[in-house]
């Protein structure tokens, strides 16, 4: 019989991981994720996230109205690689037919042009300055930033997204960004002020050119001030578009989709269901065989009651089916 370290390989790296090395910055999409492939190979697809794809794939291939899609969960809820992710397989059409085969549009576009903000970040040029500088038409938003900031109106922003390409924009944790906005003072305001007028306009020109996309996270229960700044820029674009944005949760805490997703981190590759029923039913063999030989610790366990019944019901889920003490 084989052991869970004989049937399961682990990734390379799965006992050496650190937190820092999953912590991602959205600017990684643009430089170090090269062609997806390592990516996806580490990554399980959530719900939210095939959601995600399934429907920014129609908007960037043009045949949906739904343009605005609004991330929300709490931090460290996989919102950032969620953005990678649907932004790897905007740029790259052959990871599209490896893993979007079933979604007609997959293959409807080439490679999409994108710009990834990361709220983090505080350049000189705001963050509409950064997505015109990503896109290779920095020129165009040079007066909205080097004498002071000023919004780029909805005009503005269609000018931007001139042509036929599909145009993908990623804005991610900007609830610090706009909080922090809002504490640099201009003229009879703030320059949150200026930030949010460019973002509703931004909004509002994304749903108006059939092909261009955005994609932004929010931080739940965090930096109040950014929230409600861009839930206000969303609401200008729900009154001027007269559609809601699609709000999507990366991952179900109320499901497995956690579980899976660290089985997908932690192994490469995993034995089939019947050797895994095989293995669990085994070690719960053992587990009644040694329980009855230990007085102490079958006292000990009968006296931990409620937590021994809730132990019991989490190895049994785990392990799948199995006798149990």
């Not at 390989?9 to 643009?30: G, V």
């Not at 409620?306 to 989490?314: D, L, V």
Request: hydrophobic letters at 40%; glycine letters at 8%; aromatic letters at 8%.
């Amino acid at each position: 019989m084989k052991t869970v370290k004989d049937a399961c390989e682990l990734q390379p790296n799965a006992l050496t991981i650190k937190l820092s090395d999953q912590i991602e910055q959205l600017d990684e999409l643009i430089t170090a994720e090269g062609d997806g492939k390592a990516f996806y190979d580490k990554t399980f697809i959530t719900q939210g996230m095939q959601d995600l794809i399934s429907e920014g794939l129609a908007r960037l291939a043009g045949t949906s109205s739904q343009a605005i899609f609004h991330l929300k969960q709490a931090m460290g809820g996989g919102k950032t690689h969620l953005l990678v992710g649907f932004g790897l397989l905007a740029r790259h059409p052959a990871l599209r037919k490896t893993h979007c085969g079933g979604t007609p549009q997959a293959t409807a576009f080439g490679s999409a042009r994108i710009a990834a903000f990361n709220g983090r970040n505080n350049p000189d040029h705001f963050f509409w300055g950064e997505i015109a500088n990503q896109l290779d038409k920095g020129d165009q938003f040079k007066a909205f930033w080097t004498s002071g900031p000023k919004a780029p109106d909805e005009r503005d922003w269609l000018k931007l997204f001139e042509g036929d390409q599909p145009v993908l924009i990623l804005m991610d944790e900007m609830p610090p960004y706009f909080h922090y906005l809002d504490t640099q003072k201009v003229g009879n305001g703030t320059v949150a002020d200026i930030a949010t007028r460019a973002f509703a306009n931004l909004l509002t020109a994304a749903g108006k050119k059939k092909n261009v996309c955005v994609v932004v996270s929010d931080l739940s229960a965090a930096y109040n001030t950014g929230a409600r700044l861009i839930n206000r820029a969303l609401e200008d674009a729900r009154a001027e578009l007269g559609r809601q944005e699609r709000s999507i949760t990366p991952v179900d805490l109320a499901a497995n989709e956690i579980y899976d997703i660290l089985r997908k981190r932690l192994f490469k590759s995993l034995p089939d269901k019947a050797e895994i029923e095989d293995i669990a039913a085994a070690f719960g063999r053992k587990l009644e065989e040694a329980v009855p030989t230990m007085p102490a610790s079958k006292a000990r366990l009968s006296s931990a009651g409620p937590r021994w019944e809730k132990a019991r019901n989490c190895i049994s889920r785990c392990c799948g089916p199995c006798s149990m003490p």
